[in-house]
Nanobody, 114 residues
Framework: QVQLVESGGGLVQAGGSLRLSCAAS????????MGWYRQAPGKQRELVAR???????NYAHSVQGRFNISRDNAKNTVYLQMNSLDPEDAAIYFC????????WGQGTQVTVSS
């Protein structure tokens, strides 16, 4: 059964860092472009970072230079290193392929205090 499990969120002060992890069951993910998405209260879900199966990356302008996406294909795991966090980064963070599969994980909550 295909499953995505995100972890690593928490409460951090502005300027701090967090590292999110996404364990993807099902080997299909290692051949797909993967992305980290986030959804803040009252806002639409947005894609903030993506990484191809070969390791090429792309970021939303709002996180460029602060976030770094990586993957370990042998472990079917995708990471998001988030630095210099701002209260505007607070959201539930999800990972999924691009385009996304229908079944999303539960996400991981990131809270940034000012």
């Amino acid at each position: 059964q295909v499953q995505l499990v995100e972890s690593g969120g928490g409460l951090v002060q502005a300027g701090g860092s967090l590292r999110l992890s996404c364990a993807a069951s099902g080997s299909i993910f290692r051949f797909r472009t993967m992305g980290w998405y986030r959804q803040a209260p009252g806002k639409q879900r947005e894609l903030v970072a993506r990484i191809t199966s070969g390791g090429s990356t792309n970021y939303a302008h709002s996180v460029q230079g602060r976030f770094n996406i990586s993957r370990d294909n042998a472990k079917n795991t995708v990471y998001l290193q988030m630095n210099s966090l701002d209260p505007e980064d607070a959201a539930i963070y999800f990972c999924n392929s691009i385009p996304p599969i229908e079944r999303w994980g539960q996400g991981t909550q990131v809270t940034v205090s000012s």
